[in-house]
């Protein structure tokens, strides 16, 4: 009888886990956004394993089979992953690359770009001017409209929990409100420290927040640069020091700690895709922290 009613129970639980929408994103900071909207209902999956690029991963089979079985998929879209643009040619269900949402801020590199710009042998991926900067969800404008999207799929797709996911969004934009005044009053006082990084990544964070990064040291992984390219950088480090320099998890580029070598140049890390945080505010937050906490130690 005990063992009757525990199959019983493993069975509706089973039903009721494949009756829940399955959603999967291409990268993680899309699938903490849409964390918070099925918060009480689902989990979404994501794509990408942690420290994985996301300009040039390799599907494996079970990636195209969990592509082939999501209900819904959202990835940044082909300026950010073009690896999926073929694969996605074949999928059946909804997709949505989120660059092409009406009401984005998106921004272009080369836009109000008066800093230096140090680039050897190439980049990982489009970073070229007037090229579209695909790291859009770190503007708080753009995760409400994802998320407001997100909202409006699955309510679609699961009408019984719509009012469910629709409070969602509104607690979700509500908690995005508090941390944007929270975070512009400690990161306005830091508008005139300068500071470096490896990646440039953080336009849209930036411009939310009115920060503006000093230099980019954009290189190759597969090529070090020359001592002359390594000297022209050390001469601007040199020149607005003392400066933080930001690399992004999980390794530290040999590179900073030549340049820095001498200086007084701090280093430290900044996480775009948010691979420790536990949500999308916690991503913004572990970014602001990072750069707060080195700016405000210069």
């Not at 525990?6 to 509706?12: K, Q, R, T």
């Not at 005044?181 to 939310?208: N, W």
Request: charged share 20%; glycine share 8%.
């Amino acid at each position: 009888m005990a063992r009757s009613l525990f199959l019983l129970i493993v069975l509706f639980a089973s039903l009721g886990v494949r009756a829940e929408p399955l959603v999967l994103t291409s990268i993680r900071p899309l699938q903490l956004i849409a964390a918070a909207v099925q918060e009480g209902i689902g989990q979404p999956a994501v794509l990408l394993p942690p420290g994985a690029s996301a300009h040039h991963y390799s599907l494996r089979p079970s990636d195209v089979r969990q592509l082939r079985e999501a209900a819904l998929f959202y990835w940044v879209g082909p300026d950010l992953e073009a690896f999926l643009t073929q694969p996605l040619a074949g999928r059946s269900g909804p997709s949505l690359a989120v660059q092409s949402l009406p009401g984005l801020r998106l921004r272009h590199f080369g836009d109000d770009d008066d800093h230096e710009h140090h680039d050897e042998h190439g980049h990982d991926h489009d970073h070229r001017p007037g090229s579209l900067d695909a790291h859009l969800w770190l503007a708080p404008h753009n995760a409400r409209l994802i998320a407001a999207r997100m909202a409006e799929d699955l309510a679609h797709l699961d009408p019984a929990h719509a009012a469910r996911y629709a409070a969602n969004r509104d607690a979700f934009a509500a908690r995005l409100d508090a941390l944007e005044v929270r975070l512009k009053t400690r990161l306005g006082q830091l508008t005139t420290r300068p500071y470096f990084v490896f990646h440039d990544a953080y336009g849209y964070f930036e411009a939310a927040f009115g920060l503006q990064h000093a230099g980019v040291f954009s290189l190759s992984g597969e090529v070090q640069p020359g001592a002359r390219q390594v000297a022209a950088m050390r001469v601007e480090l040199e020149r607005v020091a003392p400066a933080c320099v930001f690399s992004e998890p999980p390794l530290r580029p040999r590179l900073a700690e030549t340049l820095s070598a001498g200086l007084p140049v701090r280093l430290a890390e900044l996480d775009a895709l948010g691979s420790r945080a536990a949500s999308y505010e916690a991503l913004l937050d572990e970014l602001a922290e990072g750069l707060a906490g080195c700016l405000e130690a210069l």
